[in-house]
């Protein structure tokens, strides 16, 4: 296993690939950690050096106390670049994943050459939404809430037929508390309408057409603001790599050729 130490917190990460291959830099989204992204990696093309890495707060990382913060967040990936030397990075953001991979790109222009959002936006819910999402963790655990969750992450079909819901039932629910409300806090606190705006990087959006955690038109909306290009992922709820890798890895193999 591999490790990098961010300001005193050990964040879990993979560097897989030829060290001088174009670096594909992946981050998940909440209640995950970097295997979400384990079906579309088969799908990528060859000589890639992908580097995926648990955020704070989850998989194997480090789960410090909530609250965090979407600044600290974005200096944890960028702490992963520095260690790992990282250069002219395709980043892709998953949901949370998206927002540090937006914040990230405002903040190192240097480091990123394009950015692939995926079920995102510049600003996710409202801070009254989160606070009440992290109450009711707070007051009863995350499997508390996993099934209104599940609903929002997965299509009907996936949930009532797919041997693996179950894996990402339990992957959810035993996301550390701390980590958890921390990272609620981070994206209740985000709002990068402004430096998103400012992008002037090659940026692609998708979104999954039955997504009920960042519905289709909030990720368009995000899109438009940064003048990206926008996909349409059908059969697919807010985790689209998992339930559809195959459309998901075509558009983001297409992305790579456009920028390369």
């Known amino acids: 296993m591999q490790t990098i130490d961010a300001a005193g917190v050990t964040l879990h990460i993979r560097d897989e690939g030829p060290k001088d291959g174009r670096v594909l830099m992946l981050a998940n989204s909440l209640g995950t950690d970097l295997r979400v992204w384990d079906a579309l990696l088969p799908l990528l093309p060859e000589g890639l050096r992908v580097v995926r890495f648990d955020k704070r707060g989850h998989g194997l990382s480090d789960a410090p106390d909530a609250p965090y913060a979407m600044e600290t ?10 260690a790992l030397d990282l250069k002219d990075i395709t980043f892709v953001g998953l949901s949370i994943g998206g927002l540090i991979g937006q914040g990230l790109a405002a903040k190192r222009p ?19 939404m ?10 009863n655990g995350v499997a508390s809430l996993a099934d209104a969750i599940l609903e929002r992450w997965f299509t009907p079909g996936f949930r009532e037929s797919d041997p693996q819901f179950a894996l990402w039932k339990n992957m959810l629910e035993r996301t550390p ?15 990068l309408t402004e430096s998103t705006r400012a992008l002037s990087l090659p940026v692609l959006a998708m979104a999954g057409a039955e997504d009920g955690s960042t519905p ?5 909306g995000t ?11 059908d059969g697919a709820g807010h985790i689209p790599c998992v339930e559809q890798p ?8 297409d992305f790579l050729r456009r920028t390369a």
């Open 110 to 128: 240097d480091l990123i050459r394009a950015l692939a959002l995926m079920d995102t936006a510049a600003k996710i819910g409202t801070p009254e």
């Open 73 to 82: 967040l974005v200096a944890d990936a960028e702490a992963v670049c520095t």
């Open 246 to 253: 195959e459309e998901t890895a075509r558009l983001i193999n």
């Open 177 to 191: 508390l701390e980590g958890y409300v921390g990272c609620c806090a981070a994206i209740a606190g985000a709002d």
């Open 216 to 220: 289709p038109e909030l990720v368009r």
């Open 223 to 233: 899109a438009e603001l940064c003048g990206a290009e926008f996909a349409l992922i």
């Open 130 to 139: 989160w606070q009440t999402r992290i109450d009711g963790i707070r007051a």
